[in-house]
Protein backbone atom coordinates (compact mmCIF):
# COMPACT_ATOMS: atom_id res chain seq x y z
CA UNK A 1 0.00 0.00 0.00
CA UNK A 2 1.76 2.97 -1.00
CA UNK A 3 1.71 6.37 1.25
CA UNK A 4 0.21 9.43 -0.11
CA UNK A 5 1.76 12.80 1.01
CA UNK A 6 -0.91 15.49 -0.06
CA UNK A 7 1.12 19.03 -1.02
CA UNK A 8 -0.63 22.11 0.71
CA UNK A 9 -1.37 24.93 -1.14
CA UNK A 10 1.92 27.10 -0.29
CA UNK A 11 4.21 24.14 -1.47
CA UNK A 12 2.91 24.03 -4.84
CA UNK A 13 2.75 27.73 -4.83
CA UNK A 14 6.32 27.70 -3.61
CA UNK A 15 7.20 24.80 -6.06
CA UNK A 16 5.59 26.89 -9.13
CA UNK A 17 7.51 29.80 -8.35
CA UNK A 18 10.79 27.98 -8.20
CA UNK A 19 9.77 26.17 -11.10
CA UNK A 20 9.25 29.86 -12.91
CA UNK A 21 12.80 31.43 -11.90
CA UNK A 22 14.45 28.12 -13.26
CA UNK A 23 12.95 28.36 -16.14
CA UNK A 24 13.56 31.92 -16.63
CA UNK A 25 17.11 31.73 -15.40
CA UNK A 26 17.54 29.07 -18.58
CA UNK A 27 15.71 31.15 -21.12
CA UNK A 28 17.41 34.71 -20.46
CA UNK A 29 20.79 33.16 -18.55
CA UNK A 30 21.65 31.56 -21.80
CA UNK A 31 24.46 33.48 -24.13
CA UNK A 32 23.09 34.30 -27.68
CA UNK A 33 23.43 32.35 -30.58
CA UNK A 34 26.62 34.42 -32.52
CA UNK A 35 26.50 32.44 -35.49
CA UNK A 36 30.41 31.98 -37.32
CA UNK A 37 31.39 34.44 -40.08
CA UNK A 38 33.26 33.92 -43.37
CA UNK A 39 37.11 33.19 -42.62
CA UNK A 40 40.12 34.11 -44.69
CA UNK A 41 43.64 32.12 -44.66
CA UNK A 42 46.68 33.76 -45.36
CA UNK A 43 49.67 31.90 -45.58
CA UNK A 44 53.10 33.55 -45.10
CA UNK A 45 55.52 31.54 -46.84
CA UNK A 46 58.64 33.58 -45.80
CA UNK A 47 61.22 33.62 -43.23
CA UNK A 48 60.16 36.31 -41.38
CA UNK A 49 56.42 37.88 -39.65
CA UNK A 50 54.72 39.58 -41.83
CA UNK A 51 52.05 42.12 -40.78
CA UNK A 52 48.38 42.27 -43.56
CA UNK A 53 46.63 45.51 -43.11
CA UNK A 54 43.49 45.34 -44.63
CA UNK A 55 41.63 48.05 -46.48
CA UNK A 56 38.79 49.25 -48.64
CA UNK A 57 41.10 51.52 -50.01
CA UNK A 58 43.79 51.86 -52.32
CA UNK A 59 46.56 52.97 -49.95
CA UNK A 60 47.68 52.06 -46.42
CA UNK A 61 45.77 54.68 -43.73
CA UNK A 62 46.62 56.20 -40.57
CA UNK A 63 43.49 54.62 -39.21
CA UNK A 64 43.16 51.75 -37.98
CA UNK A 65 46.83 51.23 -36.61
CA UNK A 66 49.03 48.46 -36.98
CA UNK A 67 51.18 47.85 -33.74
CA UNK A 68 54.06 45.34 -33.31
CA UNK A 69 52.47 43.69 -30.25
CA UNK A 70 49.46 44.18 -27.98
CA UNK A 71 50.59 44.87 -23.89
CA UNK A 72 48.27 43.46 -21.57
CA UNK A 73 48.71 44.68 -18.27
CA UNK A 74 48.22 43.01 -15.17
CA UNK A 75 48.60 39.65 -16.44
CA UNK A 76 48.95 37.12 -13.63
CA UNK A 77 49.08 32.80 -13.85
CA UNK A 78 47.17 30.92 -10.98
CA UNK A 79 49.73 31.32 -8.59
CA UNK A 80 49.55 34.91 -8.49
CA UNK A 81 52.98 35.65 -10.38
CA UNK A 82 53.00 38.29 -12.94
CA UNK A 83 53.32 36.95 -16.78
CA UNK A 84 54.43 37.87 -19.96
CA UNK A 85 51.85 40.79 -20.95
CA UNK A 86 53.09 41.19 -24.92
CA UNK A 87 50.49 39.06 -27.36
CA UNK A 88 50.93 39.45 -30.81
CA UNK A 89 47.86 40.50 -32.62
CA UNK A 90 45.81 38.82 -35.00
CA UNK A 91 46.87 40.87 -38.13
CA UNK A 92 50.62 39.40 -37.18
CA UNK A 93 50.98 36.27 -39.22
CA UNK A 94 54.35 34.13 -38.45
CA UNK A 95 56.79 32.75 -40.80
CA UNK A 96 55.54 29.52 -42.38
CA UNK A 97 52.68 29.65 -40.42
CA UNK A 98 49.02 30.46 -41.12
CA UNK A 99 46.60 33.20 -39.80
CA UNK A 100 42.65 33.74 -40.31
CA UNK A 101 40.80 36.79 -40.66
CA UNK A 102 37.04 37.08 -40.12
CA UNK A 103 33.94 39.14 -41.61
CA UNK A 104 33.68 37.45 -44.62
CA UNK A 105 30.23 37.32 -44.61
CA UNK A 106 28.87 33.67 -43.42
CA UNK A 107 30.82 30.37 -44.26
CA UNK A 108 27.57 29.50 -46.67
CA UNK A 109 27.53 33.00 -48.34
CA UNK A 110 31.26 35.00 -47.97
CA UNK A 111 31.29 38.70 -49.19
CA UNK A 112 34.09 41.13 -49.32
CA UNK A 113 33.63 43.38 -46.09
CA UNK A 114 34.13 46.39 -48.17
CA UNK A 115 30.47 48.35 -48.99
CA UNK A 116 30.12 49.59 -52.27
CA UNK A 117 33.41 48.45 -53.60
CA UNK A 118 33.91 44.67 -55.27
CA UNK A 119 37.60 44.39 -53.81
CA UNK A 120 39.51 44.78 -50.61
CA UNK A 121 43.16 45.33 -50.39
CA UNK A 122 46.14 43.05 -48.25
CA UNK A 123 49.19 45.83 -48.20
CA UNK A 124 51.89 42.56 -46.66
CA UNK A 125 54.38 44.87 -44.41
CA UNK A 126 57.36 42.99 -43.38
CA UNK A 127 58.27 42.81 -39.89
CA UNK A 128 61.71 45.10 -40.28
CA UNK A 129 59.49 47.95 -41.68
CA UNK A 130 57.28 47.52 -38.91
CA UNK A 131 60.29 47.71 -36.25
CA UNK A 132 62.18 50.67 -38.05
CA UNK A 133 59.57 52.87 -39.11
CA UNK A 134 56.86 54.90 -37.59
CA UNK A 135 53.07 54.21 -38.48
CA UNK A 136 53.07 57.54 -39.77
CA UNK A 137 56.04 56.91 -42.29
CA UNK A 138 54.72 54.20 -43.22
CA UNK A 139 51.35 55.72 -44.13
CA UNK A 140 53.07 58.48 -45.90
CA UNK A 141 55.67 56.56 -47.72
CA UNK A 142 53.19 53.50 -48.11
CA UNK A 143 55.96 51.19 -47.24
CA UNK A 144 55.10 47.66 -47.82
CA UNK A 145 56.20 44.74 -49.63
CA UNK A 146 53.62 43.23 -51.40
CA UNK A 147 49.58 44.73 -52.26
CA UNK A 148 46.76 42.46 -53.35
CA UNK A 149 43.45 43.40 -54.34
CA UNK A 150 41.23 40.79 -54.06
CA UNK A 151 37.76 40.01 -55.16
CA UNK A 152 35.07 37.44 -54.89
CA UNK A 153 35.85 35.17 -57.82
CA UNK A 154 40.13 35.43 -56.90
CA UNK A 155 39.01 34.42 -53.37
CA UNK A 156 36.67 31.89 -54.27
CA UNK A 157 39.37 30.40 -56.88
CA UNK A 158 42.27 30.37 -54.11
CA UNK A 159 39.72 28.71 -51.56
CA UNK A 160 39.76 31.74 -49.33
CA UNK A 161 43.18 31.09 -48.95
CA UNK A 162 46.09 33.89 -49.83
CA UNK A 163 49.92 33.08 -49.70
CA UNK A 164 52.33 35.72 -48.73
CA UNK A 165 55.87 34.97 -50.67
CA UNK A 166 58.08 37.91 -51.10
Known amino acids: ?11 MVKMKLWSLLLLAAM ?3 CPAYDPPTG ?19 DSIQMVPELTLFHVIPGMTDA ?14 VNA ?13 TRSIPCQNQEYVTFFFI ?4 MRTHTWQEI ?19 LDWVLQYTP
Open 1 to 11: MAFICPLSHQM
Open 27 to 29: VYG
Open 39 to 57: VLKIFNASDSAVYVYESCT
Open 79 to 92: KGRQINPIRSPHYR
Open 96 to 108: YAYSEFDGFGSPE
Open 126 to 129: PESI
Open 139 to 157: CQQQLYHTRIEANLQMLDS
